[in-house]
């Protein structure tokens, strides 16, 4: 059960082997957490879809309870257009995955490639808090097609 449940987001970290959801308040603190493993025949969008209504069943939340969606896959993506560009180790049926997480879920859906997620939740509450190299490489590639491009080594000519 998630102490406090308000102001509630669901973060899913989707790659090749498994899917990981997490619940987690305003301050970055996990409430909630579940893993299942993904299959390349399955459809990404349903096996997305399973993991975030586990997660909030398992710790008793409710869709009005949640801000927002986040999600992380190992692919290209168009963070902009909410699109996956391409995902060689997931089954991806349907390109528009935030739009369909959109249909299911009445509240905001985002997507972004894992690796510059990963990134931006480092310099938010990890080992890159206060590395100032590290936002500059964040605020100069947030709007272009994830392909790993937050990490410093991706950024070198």
């Known amino acids: 059960m998630v102490r406090g449940k308000k102001d509630i987001y669901v973060g899913v970290d989707g790659g090749g082997t498994k899917i990981v959801g997490l619940l987690v308040n305003e301050q970055g603190e996990v409430q909630q957490r579940c893993r299942q493993h993904t299959s390349a025949k399955a459809p990404l969008a349903d096996q997305v879809t399973a993991t975030i209504d586990t997660l909030l069943q398992q710790a008793g939340v409710t869709l009005e309870e949640v801000q927002g969606i986040g999600v992380a896959i190992a692919a290209v993506v168009d963070s902009r257009a909410g699109t996956v560009v391409k995902a060689p180790n997931l089954a991806v049926d349907d390109p ?36 100032e190299e590290l936002r500059r490489g964040l605020r100069r590639h947030r709007h272009r097609r994830g392909r790993g491009r937050g990490s410093p080594a991706a950024q070198r000519p």
């Open 96 to 131: 528009h995955l935030v739009e369909r997480l959109r249909e299911r879920y009445p509240v905001p859906v985002v997507i972004g490639n894992d690796v510059n997620c990963g990134m931006l939740a480092e310099v938010w509450l990890g080992a890159g808090r206060g590395v």
